[in-house]
C-alpha cells in the first residue's frame, strides 16, 4: 500500500478530530441528562407531587434541545471513514461496521421511537407507560454510546479477526469477542459514567445560578439534591473504572501508559505522579536529559506498579523500554521496535508475494507466503515505520492532558460531597459561593470529557489500528486543498450549532421551569 503525504494526514487527523470533539461536546450531556430525568420522573411518579413533574419537564426541554443539535456532527463523522479514511473503511470494515450498522438499526430508531412519547406522551398515555417511554429514551442513548464504543475499543484492542489476504481485510469470525472485550467493557462503562459526572455538573450548575438569583428556590433544590447524588455516585464509579482502564492500557498498550506518566525509564515498584512539570529540553525518548523539571508523587510507594499490574512490585516499562524490548511479559521477552519493523516488513512482503502467486495460480506457493504472513500478522503495521520515534506518541500532550482529567476529576468529586453535605444541612440558599462554584464547574466538566479522549486517542499514536494500521496508510488518497476547505466548512458549522445551542439553552434556562406550564 502507498503511504501519502504527512500533510495529508495532518489535515485529515485535523478534519476528523474536529469533528469528534465537537460531537463530544453534546453526547455527553445527552447521556447524562437522559439518566438524570428518568430519575427525577420516577420521583415524580412514586410521590405523585406536580413539581417533580415542573422540574422533569424543564431537563427534558434542555435534553430535547442538545439531543437535536448533537445528532447532526455525529452523521458527519460517521460519513468521514468513508471519505477521508477510505483505506480504513476498506480494512477494518468488516468488523468496524458491524456495531456502527448496530448503532443506526437499533439504538438510533429506539431512541427516536420512545422520544416522541416522551415530549408529546404527556396526558396522553399513562404515567407509567411515559415513565418507561423515558427511561428507554435514556436507556436508547447509552446503547448508542455502546456499540460506538465497542467498536472504538476494537481499534484499541482488535479481537475476533482474521486477515484475509486475498481480500486484504480483516475480518469478522467472532461477533461477541469484539462486544465482549475486557477493553470494550470497561470502555463503554468509564465514558458513560464520565458522561454522568458532566450531566450532574451541568444540572447543579444551573441549578445554583436559579439558587444565585432567588428564583424557583424549590426547584432549583430538588434538582440540586438529585444532580449532586448522582454526581456523588458516578464519582465514585469512574474511580473504579478509571482503575479498570489503567490496567488494560498497561497490559495492552505499554507506550501509552508510559507516556501518561511521562516514564521515559522503566522502573520496578513504580511511584505514580500526582504531577509534573516535563523539561522542554527532552527532545528524545533516549537522550540522557532529565525529563521533569519539578514532580510530585502520590504518597504511597509502587503505587503505579499496583494500578497496572496489581503488584506493587511489578516491573513497569517505559517508552525506551517499550523500543527497545527485552522486558520481562506474560509471553516472554518483549520484541524491540527493530524486531517488530523487521517481522512486519516480512508480513507486508509475504503478503505481496501471496498476492502475485495467486495471480499466477501457483496455489502451493501461494500457501508457503500465507504462512509466513500469518505468523507475522501481530507485527503486520510495523512494516510501515521508519524509525523507532514513530511509535513515541506526543508525550506532553498525553501527559498533561491524563493529569488534567485526574486533578479535575478529584475536584468534581469533592465538589459533589461538599453539595450533599450542604443540603443535608440545609444551608445551600445562603451559600451564594457554593451555586457560583457550581456554576462555574459546567465548563470544566466538558474539559475533563474532552482531554479524556486526547490522552485514548493520541497515547496510541500512530496507531488507527493498534499494532495491525497505521495512520499514515488509513487514509484516503485524496486532495490536500479538499481536506483543508472542508476542515474550515465543518469549523464553521460546527461552531455555528454550538453557538445557536448555547444561546436557544440559555433562553430556556432563563425562562425557568415556569415556562413548562
Known amino acids: ?18 469533528t469528534a470533539m465537537y460531537h463530544w461536546i453534546f453526547v455527553p450531556l445527552t447521556l447524562g441528562l437522559g439518566v438524570i430525568m428518568a430519575i427525577m420522573e420516577s420521583i415524580y411518579l412514586k410521590t405523585g407531587d406536580e413539581k417533580w413533574k ?12 442538545n439531543f437535536a443539535i448533537g445528532v447532526a456532527t455525529g452523521i458527519i463523522m460517521e460519513f468521514q471513514f468513508g471519505t477521508n479514511w477510505s483505506n480504513y473503511s476498506w480494512i477494518v470494515g468488516d468488523i468496524f461496521g458491524a456495531p456502527l450498522a448496530i448503532e443506526g438499526i437499533l439504538a438510533f430508531f429506539m431512541e427516536a421511537t420512545f422520544i416522541s ?50 481480500t486484504v481485510r480483516n475480518e469478522m469470525v467472532d461477533f461477541w469477542a469484539v462486544v465482549l472485550s475486557p477493553v470494550a467493557i470497561n470502555k463503554f462503562l468509564h465514558t458513560v459514567v464520565s458522561s454522568w459526572v458532566v450531566g450532574a455538573l451541568f444540572v447543579v450548575g444551573v441549578s ?8 424557583e428556590v424549590d426547584f432549583a433544590l430538588k434538582s440540586l439534591w438529585v444532580g449532586a ?11 473504579w473504572t478509571g482503575d479498570g482502564s489503567a490496567y488494560h492500557v498497561s497490559q495492552r498498550q505499554p507506550m501509552k501508559l508510559a507516556a501518561m506518566e511521562g516514564l521515559f525509564q522503566g522502573q520496578t515498584n513504580a511511584d505514580l505522579l500526582a504531577f509534573g512539570i516535563l523539561n522542554p529540553d527532552k527532545k528524545s525518548y533516549n537522550d540522557s536529559i ?29 517508552i525506551k523500554d517499550v523500543v527497545d524490548g527485552g522486558y520481562a511479559t506474560p509471553q516472554g521477552p518483549a520484541l524491540s521496535f527493530a524486531e517488530r519493523q523487521e517481522r512486519g516488513k516480512k508480513a507486508l512482503n509475504a503478503l505481496a508475494e501471496y498476492k502475485n502467486a495467486m495471480s499466477a495460480k501457483d496455489t502451493a506457493t501461494a500457501q508457503q507466503h500465507k504462512a509466513v504472513l500469518d505468523e507475522n500478522f501481530p507485527h503486520f503495521g510495523y512494516g510501515y515505520l521508519d524509525k523507532p520515534e514513530d511509535i513515541v506518541p506526543n508525550i506532553p500532550l498525553v501527559f498533561y492532558a491524563f493529569h488534567i482529567m485526574v486533578g479535575l476529576g478529584m475536584y468534581f468529586l469533592a465538589l459533589f460531597a461538599l453539595l450533599v453535605f450542604m443540603l443535608y444541612r440545609r444551608k445551600m440558599e445562603n451559600a451564594k459561593w457554593l451555586s457560583y462554584a457550581a456554576l462555574f464547574t459546567i465548563p470544566l466538566g466538558y474539559v475533563a470529557s474532552q482531554v479524556g479522549w486526547i ?44 453557538i445557536a445551542e448555547i444561546r436557544i439553552m440559555l433562553k430556556q434556562i432563563k425562562k425557568g421551569p415556569e415556562a413548562e406550564h
Open 290 to 318: 532529565e525529563p521533569f523539571l519539578m514532580k510530585v508523587k502520590v504518597p504511597i510507594p509502587g503505587m503505579l506498579s499496583f494500578l497496572g499490574y496489581r503488584d506493587f512490585n511489578a516491573f513497569v516499562p517505559g
Open 54 to 65: 415542573k422540574v422533569t419537564k424543564f431537563w427534558m426541554t434542555i435534553f430535547g434541545i
Open 208 to 215: 445554583g445560578w436559579f439558587l444565585i438569583k432567588k428564583r
Open 229 to 239: 447524588i448522582f454526581g456523588l455516585i458516578s464519582s465514585f464509579l469512574i474511580i
Open 1 to 18: 500500500m502507498e503511504l501519502l503525504d504527512a500533510s495529508l494526514l495532518d489535515w485529515s487527523r485535523a478534519q476528523f478530530a474536529l
Open 117 to 166: 412519547i416522551m415530549f408529546f406522551g404527556w396526558n396522553k398515555v399513562s404515567k407509567k407507560f411515559h415513565l418507561a417511554a423515558t427511561w428507554l429514551t435514556a436507556l436508547g442513548a447509552t446503547l448508542s454510546a455502546l456499540w460506538i464504543l465497542v467498536a472504538n475499543a476494537w481499534m484499541q484492542f482488535p479481537v475476533g479477526m482474521e486477515f484475509n489476504p486475498d
Open 455 to 498: 490522552v485514548a486517542e493520541m497515547g496510541r499514536q500512530p496507531w488507527a489500528i493498534q499494532d495491525a494500521l497505521p495512520l499514515q496508510a488509513a487514509v484516503s488518497g485524496i486532495s490536500v486543498q479538499s481536506v483543508q476547505i472542508t476542515v474550515f466548512l465543518f469549523a464553521a458549522l460546527f461552531t455555528a450549532l454550538l
